[in-house]
């Protein structure tokens, strides 16, 4: 299963997506124009000292993401698009997932671009959400649609207990700066 961002606005969520994906095993492709810098503090402290872990995929376009994901699988790849949206689809719970899924999430200001979405048109998903409220959170998003989906296609989830190994070769710490200070480089 891999995670897509078309074209994220703020750092902050992408670099949630980032400690999600790391701690779940998940491929992150980012589609450029990105609204910040990979190198925004914002994003390294959502992410926190994880972007090690982060199987992380940076794409100029649409089109070159789409190339990558395609060789992902001997599915098409217009069959394992999963494009989430707030306007419409089927509900993230009535969805059908499998484990070479991919799934898209657009900007936070635009949503998913057409172009993406015709790719897929039976491929839409929605978190339901009450009258009024426009949209949820991107990172909120990503979090329940990527562990909804993940179980919905019998994907193993992480085998934990509750306690805290670091692994080897990461810092033991809680926040980045602790990191730098050992010595931990941050990309």
Known sequence: MDVVLVHPEIPHNSGCAGRLTAALGVRLHLVKPLGFSLDDRYLKRAGLDYWPLVQLAVHED???????LASG??????????????????????????????LVFGSESKGLPAEVQALAPGGRVYLPIRQGVRSLN??????????????????????????????PGTPDSGSP???AERGFELP
């Open 177 to 179: 700066r602790r990191a």
């Open 62 to 68: 649409w089109p070159s993401a789409l190339e990558v």
């Open 138 to 167: 991107l990172a909120n998003t990503i979090a329940v649609g990527l562990y909804t989906a993940m179980v919905a296609a019998g994907l193993p989830l992480p085998d934990n207990d509750g306690t805290y190994e670091p692994l």
């Open 73 to 102: 699988s001997e599915r098409p790849v217009a069959e394992r698009l999963r494009c989430f949206s707030a306007r419409g689809g089927t509900s993230l719970f009535a969805s059908r997932f499998a484990p070479d899924d991919v």
